[in-house]
């Protein structure tokens, strides 16, 4: 199973920009897909971004044109560079890893991001 941690959240008022990351414990190049997710409060999760192992990349409409998700395969971490925040942002994001399609999905533990009006 692979293990992922996420990093870079924090406190950002809106209009700014965060960037989060997530390392894998095994080489990404070998895991089929990776995202994030973000959760708030009393609410469903909502996958954000995916970003397969080709490159192809995958966005939830309400981030679309604000939020890039990437990968570096030599630092086996994943990015998401989120710009424009909005107070509706705020959340707790996830990173996951879909390492083979027969090994259930790994969740990270997640990083608050709080975006402030």
């Known amino acids: 199973q692979v293990h992922v941690v996420e990093s870079g959240g924090g406190l950002v008022q809106a209009g700014g920009s965060l960037r989060l990351s997530c390392a894998a414990s095994v080489s990404i190049s070998n895991i089929n897909a990776m995202g994030w997710g973000r959760q708030v409060l009393g609410k469903q999760r909502e996958l954000v971004a995916t970003i397969t192992s080709g490159g192809t990349t995958n966005y939830v409409n309400s981030v679309k044109g604000r939020f890039t998700i990437s990968r570096d395969n030599v630092k086996n971490t994943v990015y998401l560079q989120m710009n424009s925040l909005k107070t509706e942002d705020t959340a707790v994001y996830y990173c996951?890893?879909?390492?083979?399609?027969?090994?259930?999905?790994?969740w990270g533990q997640g990083t608050q991001v709080t975006v402030s009006s």
């Open positions: 996951y890893a879909d390492y083979k399609s027969w090994v259930p999905r790994s």
